[in-house]
Structure formats: structure tokens, C-alpha cells
T-cell receptor
Framework: QQQVKQSPQSLIVQKGGISIINCAYE??????FPWYQQFPGKGPALLIAIRPDVSEKKEGRFTISFNKSAKQFSLHIMDSQPGDSATYFC????????????FGQGTILTVHP | EPEVTQTPSHQVTQMGQEVILRCVPISNHLYFYWYRQILGQKVEFLVS????????KSEIFDDQFSVERPDGSNFTLKIRSTKLEDSAMYFC???????????FGPGTRLTVL
């Protein structure tokens, strides 16, 4: 019930393309869904987050789409750049587990020039 | 920009030894967390800490682990008797509110020989 499932495991995109990473959760008490970007040897950096009262949130080239009924959310990176090459983690928290982030398995994104 | 700092960046220890990993959270944050990431795997929650006590802990956080906020700035994770399987990156994170944005430090790589 606490799992967050993320796909794909790896993704290769050409520069200028759209990268799409998907996550699904089971716990209906989750009500905060952040995405983190991690470069090798670094800590996860918060990229963008959404709460279930909206279906979409956009910040620059990054958009989260949220489907509450399907218990799914996704990250879209528009106009992907080589500098976006990193590992992306979705996460979720909520209910009685204040602050306990449950992470997905991660997606290694490679953007070719 | 305020950031979470961690020391040391890399700790090598012998099995059975005690280690203390140190973190300085962002100064006005009230909630503190430890996570770990075994190489190539997802980030896993260990413990959350608020108002000088543990709020929640995972099944990984057994009696060998303890956390402390010894003063107004530091937050430490102690592993009493390290095992080979404790080898991982350990990340400290902090947030101002319970499950608002969590900011991660750069991590401490723990290697147990």
C-alpha cells in the first residue's frame, strides 16, 4: 500500500524532445507528490511538486500531470536538454506519515545532443 | 541560498565500529529527516524528527540507529555497530513544515569493510 511505482527505468531522448516519466501509487492518503532530480554523487534536488487539488502544474519546461482517480502522476520535460540528463525520482507522502517520502525506483534520463 | 550540509562526504569504517554522520539543516527548518540510498537503488526513508523527538521511523531504523539534535544547528545519525549492509549514501533532509518541500543535503557515502 505504501509503494510508488515508477516507469520507465531508463529513457533516452533527443535534444528538443519531450521526456515523460510516469508514477503510480496505491495509498489514497497520499496528498503531496514531489519530483526530485539527482545528478551523480549529489543529493536529490526538489524539482516540482503537486497536491491533488489540481490536475496539472507547470514550472518552466517541467509539468506534472495528476490523475487522482487513476492514482497516477507524471512528469513531462519539454524541449529536453543534455543538461537534463540525470536520475528522476517521483515521491509521495501524506496521511499519518507526515514527511515520510516514499520514493519511486527512479528513471535515468539521457538526452542526446 | 540556504542549503543542507553534511559531513563527512565519505566515511570508511570497519564492520562493528560506531559511526556518526553529521548534518546541518537549513536554519529556520523544524523537521529533520534521514534517508539512505544503496548504490543504484531508490531513496529509502529512515527517520523523521521534530520537536526533539522521533516522529516516525522505518523498519530499517532498528536499535542500532539513533538520531540526536545535540545543539541548535546539528542533527546527527549514529550507527552503533555497523554491518556490511549499512554501506550506502545517507542523506539528511529538512523542511519548514511537516510535509512541505524537503531539501536534501549532498549525502555521506558510508563504506563498511
Amino acid at each position: 500500500q505504501q509503494q510508488v511505482k515508477q516507469s520507465p527505468q531508463s529513457l533516452i531522448v533527443q535534444k528538443g524532445g519531450i521526456s515523460i516519466i510516469n508514477c503510480a501509487y496505491e495509498n489514497t492518503a497520499f496528498d503531496y507528490f514531489p519530483w526530485y532530480q539527482q545528478f551523480p554523487g549529489k543529493g536529490p534536488a526538489l524539482l516540482i511538486a503537486i497536491r491533488p487539488d489540481v490536475s496539472e502544474k507547470k514550472e518552466g519546461r517541467f509539468t506534472i500531470s495528476f490523475n487522482k482517480s487513476a492514482k497516477q502522476f507524471s512528469l513531462h520535460i519539454m524541449d529536453s536538454q543534455p543538461g537534463d540528463s540525470a536520475t528522476y525520482f517521483c515521491a509521495a507522502t501524506g496521511g499519518t506519515s507526515y514527511g515520510k517520502l516514499t520514493f519511486g525506483q527512479g528513471t535515468i534520463l539521457t538526452v542526446h545532443p | 541560498e540556504p542549503e543542507v550540509t553534511q559531513t563527512p562526504s565519505h566515511q570508511v569504517t570497519q564492520m562493528g565500529q560506531e559511526v556518526i554522520l553529521r548534518c546541518v539543516p537549513i536554519s529556520n527548518h523544524l523537521y529533520f529527516y534521514w534517508y539512505r540510498q544503496i548504490l543504484g537503488q531508490k531513496v529509502e526513508f529512515l527517520v523523521s524528527f521534530y520537536n526533539n523527538e522521533i516522529s516516525e521511523k522505518s523498519e530499517i531504523f532498528d536499535d542500532q540507529f539513533s538520531v540526536e539534535r545535540p545543539d541548535g544547528s546539528n542533527f546527527t545519525l549514529k550507527i552503533r555497530s555497523t554491518k556490511l549492509e549499512d554501506s550506502a549514501m545517507y542523506f539528511c533532509a529538512s523542511s519548514y513544515q511537516g510535509y512541505n518541500e524537503q531539501f536534501f543535503g549532498p549525502g555521506t557515502r558510508l563504506t563498511v569493510l
